[in-house]
């Protein structure tokens, strides 16, 4: 018995010399028992009244850096109730699973109102297939390609997105081939359908004397539009993964997302200061779908002085917005002739239908001076200065005022006019009203030669935007040139495959050729407000959110008064110039191009004109 005892200890005893050699093994690979002795002598020396708490600490900081885990993505509702994607990181932090962040991205479909009920179904079904394959593709495929990575390798994590994102886009194309070369195999080619008959000549006036030549002006034939640049179903996946790992590695790293955004910016070093974008805010919408005559103005959009801080700028856009509901719920006298402040004739009282969906009062107006006169009333009451202590700037939106049977632009119901008219129209208004500083899509971007007439004829005293009218950020970065349509800046939007990487690209290419970069949100808004901090991050000149109405619209505002309190507080905040119009010509333009690709030489500014001097100009004439 004895002895089998002892065979049994000796057996144990073994094999615990064995695991206390393997484990000594492991801890010296580990380097533990040397970061060991140092925290504990550290300790020692600084006795802390929480000794535990700083062990954890100290340990915590020798931990493994965090790795992404999984990414999930969710069906969610933005702030017009229609789906959206939702996007949740998950990290491993010391060998446990957190979830860190989640951020939402809006859609790129724009609100369709008015629209016949069969397109509005039609979009609906695909908003809603987009949506699903986002979900589908983040929570299966994305997470797997990610999975391991750190979030703080933003270059990488965009990397391996746009990879994936290739390899979707090859996918369509066979697949489309493949399609079209089943039909081409599957039967003959159906008839060529008939063209309608050419319509008659027309009739004669009458009284027309008879050999009399018709002094009709033919008009131009109008270019056909552009077909829209193809979306791949589910790209939105790209952009929202991108974000939720920048705002990942922004909260993992105990700094705010617009640092983060500012690093990735200046190639990981910290600016000194960060200057608030200028708002552009939108006070009322008078376009195509209101019940008025007007279609040009989609938005009047005020523009605070540079000088302001945001939160003197938000505050005397709500005393704007609050005066303008005043004036619209105020009767009007029935036997007024003149115009009043409102600037209705013969006591004509413009109707709200609704708040718009872009945040802002959708109003009836008949006349473009309308809505100008009514904001000029405002001002007035407010004891405001336009031109001085703020500015206006229109969204033409060219695209939805072009009437193709026609051939011409529908500014007013029943008033149509071609493409040099509207250019003829835009100068006379700029000329009565001098305090609009920005036309943003003047124009269709198909409309080439009166996007460089209007440049020429306004480039001097009004910044010409191209939104809708610009190529999707993708687009631009593959063609390297930001120059067609001729603008002074373009609006870019942080949707489909667009990552953090190209926000970067993108914008460090505006800056570059002299250009004025404007970040928009969406028509279909999302209650997330990270666009804020991707403004301020990539310091643009102008934000552009809709109106101070609306949840969706209002956390943003909100977000920027947060960020400007924390730049004041850290003493880091810049300051924005004046306004600067730069006349830009055709060389100039080549030469500024040429420049944007030269590594590290940035082209001076061009002709500065500032909106005091053509003021005084304005008012000397």
């Not at 990942?248 to 200061?273: D, F, M, V």
């Not at 120059?483 to 939007?493: D, E, T």
Request: with cysteine.
């Amino acid at each position: 018995m004895g002895e089998e005892g002892g065979g049994r200890s000796c057996g144990t005893t073994r094999e615990l010399q064995k695991l206390k050699q393997q484990a000594m093994e492991y801890y010296r690979e580990n380097d533990v028992p040397h970061r060991l002795e140092e925290l504990l002598n550290s300790t020692f020396y600084l006795q802390p009244a929480d000794v535990y708490g700083h062990l954890a600490n100290c340990f915590s900081k020798l931990a493994k850096p965090p790795t992404i885990y999984k990414i999930v993505g969710k069906n969610v509702l933005d702030g017009l109730g229609l789906p959206t994607l939702q996007v949740e990181v998950f990290c491993t932090i010391q060998n446990f699973t957190k979830s860190i962040c989640s951020v939402v991205i809006p859609t790129h479909f724009e609100v369709c109102e008015n629209a016949l009920p069969e397109l509005v179904e039609a979009e609906e079904a695909e908003r809603r297939l987009a949506v699903s394959t986002a979900v589908q593709w983040v929570s299966e495929t994305v997470t797997e390609e990610l999975r391991g990575l750190a979030p703080t390798d933003q270059a990488e994590v965009d990397r391996v997105l746009r990879a994936f994102f290739a390899n979707k886009v090859q996918e369509e194309k066979e697949r489309k081939a493949l399609e079209k070369s089943q039909e081409d195999s599957a039967g003959p080619v159906p008839p060529p359908q008939m063209l309608p008959p050419s319509p008659p000549p027309p009739t004669k006036k009458r009284g027309q004397k008879p050999g009399k030549k018709d002094s009709l002006y033919i008009e131009k034939p109008i270019m056909p539009a552009e077909p829209a640049e193809p979306v791949l179903c589910g790209s939105m996946a790209i952009g929202a993964v991108s974000l939720a790992v920048a705002k990942t590695s922004a909260i993992l790293g105990s700094i705010p997302l617009y640092l983060n955004i500012a690093l990735l910016k200046h190639n990981q070093e910290q600016p000194a200061t960060l200057t608030m974008p200028l708002l552009m805010a939108s006070v009322v919408s008078c376009g195509k779908s209101s019940p008025g005559k007007l279609n040009l103005m989609k938005e009047v959009i005020c523009i605070p002085h540079p000088g302001l801080t945001t939160k003197q700028g938000v505050e005397m856009l709500l005393e704007i917005q609050k005066q303008i509901s005043k004036i619209l719920e105020m009767p009007t006298p029935p036997k007024e002739n003149k115009k009043g402040l409102n600037g209705n004739k013969r006591g004509q009282q413009p109707v709200t239908s609704k708040m718009s969906h872009l945040g802002c009062l959708t109003i009836n107006c008949d006349v473009m001076e309308q809505p100008l006169l009514l904001i000029q009333g405002v001002c007035a009451n407010l004891e405001l200065e336009l031109g001085t202590n703020l500015h206006l700037a229109i969204n033409c939106a060219g695209h939805e005022l072009m009437d193709y049977n026609k051939g011409k632009y529908e500014v007013l119901t029943g008033t149509h006019k071609n493409a040099t008219e509207m250019v003829d129209l835009y100068v006379e208004l700029i000329n009565k009203y001098p305090s609009i500083i920005a036309l943003i899509d003047p124009l269709r971007k198909e409309d080439s030669e009166q996007w460089d007439s209007i440049c020429n004829a306004l480039g001097s005293r009004c910044y010409i935007i191209a939104g809708t009218a610009s190529k999707s950020i993708s687009k631009l970065l593959e063609d390297g040139s930001i120059s067609i349509p001729r603008s002074h800046g373009l609006i870019i939007k942080h949707t489909n495959q667009t990552t953090m990487s190209d926000l970067v690209e993108i914008t460090n290419l505006i800056d570059r050729t002299k250009h004025i970069a404007i970040l928009g949100s969406t028509e279909g808004e999302s209650s997330d407000d990270s666009l804020v901090d991707l403004a301020v991050g990539l310091g643009v000149r102008f934000i552009k959110l809709g109106g101070l109405s609306r949840g969706e619209r209002v956390t943003k505002y909100n977000r920027l008064l947060t960020i400007e309190e924390e730049l004041v507080q850290n003493e880091t905040l810049g300051f924005n110039e004046e306004h600067i119009f730069s006349h830009f010509n055709e060389d100039a333009e080549k030469a500024l191009e040429a420049a944007a690709t030269a590594a590290g030489e940035l082209p001076g500014p061009l002709e500065p004109t500032f909106p005091t001097e053509v003021v005084e100009e304005s008012a000397k004439s």
